[in-house]
């Protein structure tokens, strides 16, 4: 049994009294339920399609049909069918297994596609490097003498696809070690640079060393925890949030009630927080929302770096290292705080400490206010917001992923990027040094012989957007500059140039601050008290695209990220922006293979896929932990309503 196998058995002991306690499902999309997990592998067990050797890649809710959805009411049957990845050695599966009825309704083996990376192959390959003597060899001439597997944290990289012949066909991770020899909790600060081996996770083996060159370890840097690295500084005075009378949302099973808004919230392994039939005053606003995928490439032509390009949903899974949040620091101390269930690679349902909270918090700004000097008079209403939070950590890492509603119908979406950078070793502490100049061409020196290498953030969201029904259009609002007659005193303005877009080529878009426009999606049948259809637009922050060759490797497998807005009519088997197999992908699935069929997007079901992105451009204050950088985009109502919603607001 492998370490992880056995480090799994103890969760079976506390998952099976938990299984015993769960209630059933309330909703039809509802999480899976620990004892679901159970009986989804036992299915699978009796009918043959799974084994003891079975590695179960994802185990998550096969949500029910949505015209199904929006017509169940409370007391209906609910429908509970789960749907499996597994695999048996190289060989790849998808399954739908009915739990009602306790039959496999489909299964079908997957070709040419590698799954998601498992948490016991993670321990698999740091065995695999740390065993094998050429690894050993390489290390010892680094000065690593007796050979002790416990001082290094030895990383397993999704690998990339590049198209090496030696490497087709097999499923192989890019593994690279870690000095931890004085380290405290940082475990990232000394990286035994241009040591890489490629394993081979079905022979059990290591396929390739590539040994670079010999770059001096680099010393203690980044232990946060120590105050005499960085001494601190005198405490501020306490800042207290009480809630006398309690919070203002309350619960009803899976769905939270705050104000007008009610919605349905979820953790999903793959995706995270998963937002689904939010409503503001009992009118629909969005089906669902969440994170669809994210891609971290990095800019480095090293051997030991080129093919760093991460998909941390699709490769590793969002939602399965969401961690336990900690009251007063990760959310306030009066936030709720949800558990979840997962299921492991062995299938094996645990359940999850407090990794999604949901709390209120003022804006310190208002959220409407006016000074009238003709009268001396003031009116306003304070603001506040509800917050649904996740954090993941993958790897070095920390996605600060929140879903905030106003009172004003909006609902914004915030990632913020913390965490630790991941550093290359460099022989230069300082910029004077001979070799800083050529070391510093793809980073910044960021700490003496460390230098973070330049990378990109591109998160995929997508939003199934139903404004007030399913049947809805797409509408472009450019923003044109008007020259004016030769006798008017202003030579210019500028005014609105509405255009419906009827097919998906037509709402590929990106930002352009020199041709400005706003994205909205508007009813087809209801209308506000003027006149105009109802409708939610997009409001945007600051963004990129990405600057690599559309030949690169990396930009191929991650097309979803060539334009900030994609458009295309509902399908429940459209959910993951860059395929539904990312890890070592050829590229060109996902969105550019299903809008490359140019579908009708006008009248229909429509889901909005907004790319957020930016470049990071490393420097010292990201050493030795990164500040907090948040991203938002948002969903605003645009003649969604008669008049302001704020106005309701009691003083």
């Given at each position: ?9 103890v ?7 938990f299984?015993?306690?769960v ?8 999480s899976?339920r ?8 036992e ?7 799974a ?5 179960y890649v994802?185990?998550r809710l096969d949500?029910?049909a949505?015209?199904?959805?929006l017509a169940?009411?409370?007391g209906d049957?609910?429908d509970?069918?789960a749907h499996v ?24 083996a997957?070709?040419?596609a590698?799954?998601?990376i ?5 321990t ?5 490097v740390?065993?094998?003597p ?6 010892a ?5 007796p050979?002790d ?6 990383l397993?990289?999704s690998p990339?696809y ?11 991770l890019?593994?690279?070690?870690l000095d ?8 990232y ?15 059990n083996?290591v396929l390739?060393i ?13 232990n946060y925890?120590e ?7 005198d ?5 207290a949030i ?11 099973g ?5 104000g007008p808004?009610?919605f349905?919230?979820?953790?999903d392994r793959?995706r995270?927080?998963v ?10 606003v ?9 891609w971290v490439?990095y ?5 030991g ?6 998909f941390?949903a699709g ?16 959310c306030p101390?009066?936030a ?22 949901l709390?209120?918090r003022?804006?310190m ?10 009268d ?5 209403r ?33 990632i ?16 004077d ?12 020196l ?22 007030d029904?399913?049947e809805?259009h ?14 008017h ?11 419906r ?5 037509g ?9 400005p426009e706003?994205?909205r999606?508007e009813s ?6 003027m006149?105009?259809p109802?409708?939610?637009a997009?409001?945007v922050?600051s ?6 060759s ?9 097309g979803f990220?060539?334009h ?8 429940p088997?459209e959910?993951?922006?860059?395929g539904d ?7 060109g699935?996902g969105?550019?293979a299903?809008?490359a069929r140019?579908?009708?997007?006008e009248?229909t ?10 470049h990071?451009?490393t ?21 969604f309503?008669?008049?302001s919603?704020v106005?309701n607001?009691?003083?």
């Amino acid at each position: 049994m492998s370490s992880y196998r056995k480090a799994c058995a103890v969760f079976v002991g506390a998952s099976l009294a938990f299984i015993a306690a769960v209630a059933a499902a309330e909703h039809p999309l509802d999480s899976l339920r620990a004892h679901e997990y159970t009986r989804a592998t036992e299915i699978l067990r009796a009918v043959g399609h799974a084994t003891d050797a079975t590695l179960y890649v994802t185990i998550r809710l096969d949500e029910p049909a949505k015209d199904d959805v929006l017509a169940w009411r409370e007391g209906d049957t609910i429908d509970r069918v789960a749907h499996v990845t597994l695999r048996e050695s190289a060989d790849l599966f998808e399954a739908r297994v009915d739990l009602n009825a306790g039959e496999v309704l489909d299964f079908e083996a997957i070709d040419d596609a590698q799954s998601g990376i498992l948490l016991s192959e993670w321990t698999l390959a740091q065995e695999i490097v740390k065993s094998d003597p050429d690894f050993q060899a390489a290390l010892a001439k680094r000065g690593y003498t007796p050979f002790d597997p416990d001082q290094f944290n030895c990383l397993p990289l999704s690998p990339g696809y590049f198209a090496e012949e030696e490497f087709e066909g097999k499923r192989i991770l890019r593994v690279q070690c870690l000095d931890l020899e004085g380290t405290r909790h940082h475990v990232y600060q000394r990286p035994i640079e241009g040591l890489t081996a490629v394993v081979d996770l079905l022979a059990n083996e290591v396929l390739q060393i590539v040994d670079e060159d010999v770059i001096p370890t680099p010393g203690i840097s980044g232990n946060y925890d120590e105050e005499s690295l960085q001494p601190y500084r005198d405490p501020m005075n306490p800042i207290a949030i009480s809630l006398p009378r309690g919070p203002s949302y309350t619960f009803d099973g899976s769905f939270v009630e705050w104000g007008p808004w009610r919605f349905h919230m979820r953790m999903d392994r793959r995706r995270g927080i998963v937002v689904s039939l939010a409503t503001f005053d009992d009118r629909s606003v969005l089906y669902q929302a969440s994170l669809s995928e994210m891609w971290v490439p990095y800019q480095d032509p090293a051997y030991g770096w080129f093919f760093k390009s991460y998909f941390d949903a699709g490769e590793y899974g969002f939602g399965l290292f969401g961690t336990e949040l900690h009251a007063g620091i990760d959310c306030p101390a009066h936030a709720d705080f949800y558990d979840q269930t997962l299921a492991v690679d062995d299938g094996v349902p645990y359940p999850t400490s407090k990794v999604m909270c949901l709390f209120e918090r003022p804006t310190m700004t208002p959220v409407w206010r006016h000074a009238e000097g003709a009268d001396g008079s003031h009116a306003g209403r304070a603001g506040r917001e509800l917050v649904a939070r996740m954090i993941s950590a993958i790897g070095n890492y920390d996605y600060v992923f929140d879903f905030i509603f106003k009172p004003t119908g909006a609902m914004t979406v915030s990632i913020g990027s913390t965490g630790i950078d991941i550093v290359k070793g460099a022989k230069a502490a300082h910029l004077d040094d001979d070799s800083a100049a050529d070391e510093t061409r793809f980073g910044a020196l960021i700490a003496p012989n460390l230098v973070g290498v330049y990378h990109d953030h591109f998160f995929s969201l997508r939003f199934d957007l139903d404004v007030d029904g399913t049947e809805n259009h797409f509408v472009r609002d450019r923003i044109v500059p008007r020259d004016l007659a030769d006798d008017h005193v202003r030579r210019s303005i500028w005014a609105v140039e509405s255009t419906r877009v009827r097919t998906e080529a037509g709402a590929q878009l990106d930002i352009d601050m020199r041709a400005p426009e706003q994205w909205r999606v508007e009813s087809t049948n209801a209308r506000n008290a003027m006149g105009y259809p109802t409708g939610y637009a997009l409001q945007v922050s600051s963004n990129a695209l990405p600057l690599l060759s559309k030949d690169d490797y990396p930009l191929r497998r991650a097309g979803f990220a060539e334009h900030h807005l994609w458009v295309t009519p509902y399908s429940p088997e459209e959910l993951f922006s860059a395929g539904d197999y990312p890890n070592q992908s050829k590229g060109g699935d996902g969105l550019p293979a299903w809008t490359a069929r140019n579908r009708s997007i006008e009248g229909t079901d429509l889901v909005l896929w907004y790319t957020l992105g930016f470049h990071h451009l490393t420097a010292a204050e990201d050493w030795p932990v990164l500040p907090t950088h948040p991203k938002t985009v948002t969903l605003k109502p645009h003649n969604f309503f008669d008049r302001s919603q704020v106005i309701n607001l009691a003083p």
